[in-house]
């Protein structure tokens, strides 16, 4: 009840400073559906309405400043304006932005792609949905069968075939806690298509194994975030994929990563690079264009083959679009350096020793999880699976990132299922602020 109130209480400050966005939103719900462009821009009280971003901050509608760690869900690495970008993208602007033809800057990109992630061959996409939705398909064409895996409560975009035991919609069956049960997202999703999906919980070699034995010449392959987003953020166990990898080629199937959100984000070469497995197939997107709508799916020859012989038609409009190109190879070259990544570690230390020091000072159970720019408060002691993160509280998380928003730092909304994203650009002095805004959420929840 006392954190019911204190959340009442940060949710009406909010609310009074964030008019202007509501006065937006209450005008846009006639000819936009809910008020919102996607679903998750609506984030309770309020969505706000974004005016402008330079270098590590953004200013809302109401014109309040807030450092960024929301970082337009994982995409900021760069920060908001970046020189490198800006200069990139203005300088395609003028030579033409769409031809559906192939252009040079698909040569060096691709090159670079395959230096960081350790994969040949490479096509683009425009989002992350159509880059797990092409390795889905790459996974089914190059073997025949239909069936895929996939974790519970990992999200890996919009499409039939991964819309399955999420989090936003939680089913009353969900089955036990060893054998999750395939929940489709809603009624959009027929059951036909969605059952073809088995989960399994995250971290757990043996269930893995155990579907594999009980569907054999079934399973196309395994669509995983190799560290587990979404819902918080959750490392596997030690050992894990090179394991994974190892028991999927026994049953012919192939390990697709969903590098998304971690793709350039908790190494230069994402999870393929901290793990030292690489994978059959990486999903890119999000900070890899730098804040232009982006997307790649990376393969070994022989899945690219299939490509190739159009055996699956990968296809698309805008794909390997000019202007993402160009922001890619800015990025690439310009911006995600080597000095980049040890400024991500600096201000991540900073960030992770001021919280762990304010969870222990006031008592508070908890840690942070976090690997280069990525990180999350963990409001619980362990958090595992799904099923862990089922388990715990999810007002902590809310009332945490009202705590930051009202103190000028914009996290990622929906309580416990973020992470916060750094850029290049965001300074010590950014890192304190939160630091400064965690530590009176904690003496608040402590003396509630
Ligand atoms: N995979 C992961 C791991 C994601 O976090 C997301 C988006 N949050 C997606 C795929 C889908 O990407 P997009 O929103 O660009 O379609």
Redesign the pocket.
């Known amino acids: 009840r006392a954190l019911d109130e204190l959340i009442a209480g940060q949710e009406k400050i909010l609310t009074d400073r964030t008019a202007g966005s509501a006065r937006l939103r209450a005008e846009a719900r006639e000819s936009l559906a809910g008020g919102v462009a996607s679903a998750w821009q609506d984030s309770p009280p309020v969505a706000v309405w974004i005016e402008d971003g330079h270098a590590a901050h953004v200013r809302d509608v109401d014109g309040t400043d807030y450092v960024d760690l929301h970082g337009g869900?994982?995409v900021g690495l760069a920060g908001h304006a970046h020189p490198a970008i800006v200069a990139a993208v203005t300088g395609r602007v003028r030579h033409g932005t769409h031809f559906a033809q192939p252009t040079r800057d698909l040569i060096p990109v691709t090159r670079l792609l395959a230096e960081r992630f350790g994969l040949p061959q490479w096509r683009f996409t425009n989002?992350?949905?159509e880059a797990?939705m092409d390795a889905v398909h790459l996974m089914r064409a190059a073997t025949g069968r239909k069936k895929i895996l996939k974790v519970e409560g990992s999200?890996?975009?919009h499409h039939d075939s991964v819309q399955v035991s999420g989090y936003a919609r939680v089913a009353e069956d969900i089955g036990p806690d060893d054998r999750p049960r395939s929940v489709a997202y809603g009624p959009a999703y027929p059951t036909e298509i969605t059952d073809l999906t088995l989960v399994v919980p995250f971290g757990d070699l043996a269930a893995v194994e155990r579907v594999l034995a009980e569907h054999p010449g079934e399973i196309a392959g395994m669509i995983i975030?190799p560290v587990m987003?979404?819902i918080g953020l959750i490392v596997p166990p030690d050992g894990y994929h090179a394991e994974l990898k190892a028991l999927l080629h026994r049953h012919g199937a192939h390990l697709a990563y969903?590098e998304?959100?971690t793709g350039f984000a908790i190494a230069p070469g994402g999870a393929t690079e901290l793990f030292g497995t690489t994978p059959d197939i990486v999903c890119l997107?999000?900070a890899m264009g730098g804040g232009i709508p982006c997307g790649a799916v990376g393969a070994t020859r022989a899945l690219m083959d299939r490509i190739a012989d159009h055996t699956y038609e990968q296809v698309g409009t805008f794909n390997g679009n000019p202007m993402m190109l160009a922001a890619t190879r800015a990025m690439l070259t310009e911006v995600l350096t080597e000095d980049a990544y040890r400024g991500f570690d600096a201000l991540r230390s900073r960030m992770t020793g001021g919280v762990e020091a304010a969870l222990r000072r006031y008592g508070l159970p908890g840690y942070v999880a976090a690997h280069g720019a990525k990180g999350s408060v963990i409001f619980t002691e362990r958090l595992r699976n799904f099923r862990d993160f089922l388990a715990y509280d999810d007002r902590w998380g809310h009332l945490h990132w009202l705590y930051q928003h009202n103190g000028g730092v914009f996290l990622p909304p929906w309580g416990k299922t973020e992470q916060w994203t750094l850029s290049v650009q965001h300074t010590a002095e950014d890192a304190e602020r939160f630091v400064l805004n965690f530590e009176r959420f904690a003496a608040a929840v402590h003396t509630a």
Do not use: L, Q
Request: zero cysteines.
């Open positions: 869900f994982g989002s992350g949905t797990t999200y890996h975009g975030e987003m979404n969903d998304v959100k997107a999000k």
